[in-house]
């Protein structure tokens, strides 16, 4: 499993919330009049879309990646199972029985 996706993602979202922030900031909150003060809720909501974007396709990734990882121990789960049903438990079924002896 590589972990690279797991780290990167989460802090370019992190960067591009801080710019989408900063740019609000640039070009809208020096001039706020009351026709920006009711748009600002959309206005910041376009420019946090790219880190939404981000944050959103590392939390699908991770959601693979944890799915893959326990398909991969239910298939190791279902090969143990099927072993047992075999009779192959390590040999438990050909120890002598101390209460059988005869």
Not at 23 to 43: C, E, K, Q, Y
Not at 58 to 71: F, M
């Amino acid at each position: 499993m590589n972990k690279t996706p797991s780290f990167v993602l989460p802090v370019l979202a992190a960067l591009l919330s801080l710019a989408g922030i900063a740019g609000f900031i640039v070009l809208f909150a020096r001039d706020m009049t009351i026709f920006w003060f009711i748009l600002s809720p959309l206005i910041l909501i376009v420019y946090q879309f790219p880190a939404f974007v981000v944050f959103r396709m590392w939390k699908r990734k991770r959601a693979q990646l944890t799915r893959e990882d326990q398909s991969g121990h239910r298939a190791l789960a279902s090969e143990i199972e099927e072993v047992q049903e075999q009779g192959d438990d390590g040999g438990a079924d050909t120890a002598n029985d101390p209460g059988n002896e005869g």
